[in-house]
């Protein structure tokens, strides 16, 4: 049986700073053998650092990403285009031809890059509920292939 292209999906909050990083890094770490990840923003803030200290923690690295607006990628075909936060839900447009737009929301984070225990506590939550949900989803997306 010949190889299935991969599938490109597109995750996208408005800060591109945590969720939506967390996601591409971790399904790309999950999944990348099959899945293509990109991140982007409806306001990019950078990446977060405590988003790279928590990923990193269970061995995925995404110190080099960078956090990129989402016209960048408005002439990009995708599979699917999940949103993680219910402000970029809200306002994502829909240029995206062909795709399966989804949201699946996670709490927010703290606003914050400073390491102190509880923020650090609460990024691992988030971190681990994306995990799961995206390990759910796509694992079930997978099979159907």
Request: glycine share 6%; aromatic share 8%.
């Amino acid at each position: 049986m010949p190889d299935k292209e991969k599938i490109r999906v597109l995750f996208l909050c408005t800060a591109n700073a945590a969720r939506s990083q967390m996601a591409a890094g971790i399904v790309k770490h999950d999944f990348g053998d099959r899945i293509e990840t990109y991140s982007a923003g409806t306001n990019p803030k950078g990446v977060s650092r405590l988003a790279i200290m928590v990923l990193d923690e269970i061995g995925i690295d995404i110190s080099g990403e960078t956090s990129d607006h989402l016209d960048k990628y408005a002439d990009m075909p995708f599979d699917y285009v999940i949103t993680l936060c219910d402000d970029a839900n809200e306002n994502c447009p829909v240029f995206f031809g062909g795709v399966n737009r989804m949201h699946m929301g996670f709490p927010d984070p703290p606003h914050s890059n400073d390491p102190t225990p509880e923020n650090l506590q609460k990024f691992r939550e988030v971190r681990d509920a994306i995990r799961a949900g995206m390990c759910e989803f796509f694992s079930r997306v997978l099979i159907k292939r």
